[in-house]
């Protein structure tokens, strides 16, 4: 996508946001060992992860790999 390839600094702080977030979220979840909560806030770190990761690679995706 152009927009990403354009927009690096954008990109970078969106990445960063994510990760901290999503990191935080995890580790904060694992503290709570026994606790439902825990639980869910460990996936939705997980959530912010995997958003981070598909933000980094969206400037290497090419319209040929797609169907």
């Given at each position: 996508m152009k927009f990403w390839k354009e927009h690096v600094g954008l990109r970078i702080g969106f990445i960063l946001v994510f990760f901290i977030i999503g990191l935080g979220l995890v580790i904060g979840g694992w503290k709570m060992t026994?606790?439902?909560?825990?639980?869910?806030?460990?996936?939705?770190?997980?959530?912010?992860?995997l958003a981070a990761?598909?933000?980094?690679?969206?400037?290497?995706?090419?319209?040929?790999g797609r169907r």
């Open positions: 026994g606790e439902l909560l825990g639980l869910v806030l460990m996936m939705i770190g997980l959530v912010f992860l990761i598909m933000i980094y690679n969206k400037p290497f995706e090419d319209a040929k």
